[in-house]
């Protein structure tokens, strides 16, 4: 396949906008690069912003042969996790999945999905 600018453009990035009290406009940025933010006054003008952004960066990169980033695909996850940790968190989870009556993987599976939809440091 042929990385070109049109290639990169259709990946699927992650914008994140979110307002800003502090500087009273919308900041965005693009999940998958470093070092990069625009504003805005509305979200829509933030959004087609970093989309400005992102077609700079590419294009860019692709006229100096730098290396881009791509973002992750969720096809790219089978659901195979390798875990190691002590004897005794190993015990631990084993009582409290006896406990439930759940398996050690739906319990540390369950544990997983709580971190993710929390704010968590």
């Known amino acids: 396949m042929d990385k070109n600018l049109e290639y990169y453009l259709n990946l699927p990035w992650t914008y994140i906008i979110e307002y800003s009290d502090v500087d009273g406009c919308f900041l965005g940025s693009i999940n998958e690069l470093e070092k990069n933010m625009t504003n805005g006054e509305t979200p829509d003008e933030c959004f087609s912003m970093l989309k400005d952004a992102l077609r700079a960066y590419i294009m860019t990169s692709l006229s100096q042969n730098l ?7 969720q096809t790219d ?25 759940k398996s050690i ?14 704010e968590a440091v």
């Not at 290396?67 to 695909?73: A, D, G, H, L, V």
């Not at 004897?87 to 006896?98: E, G, M, P, T, V």
């Not at 993987?105 to 929390?118: F, G, M, P, S």
């Open 67 to 73: 290396p881009i980033n791509e973002p992750i695909r």
């Open 105 to 118: 993987n739906k319990i540390v599976d369950e544990a997983v999905e709580y971190y993710l939809n929390h």
């Open 77 to 101: 996850f089978k659901g195979k996790i390798p875990y190691r940790t002590t004897s005794d968190r190993h015990y631990r989870l084993a009582k409290k999945a006896k406990e439930k009556g």
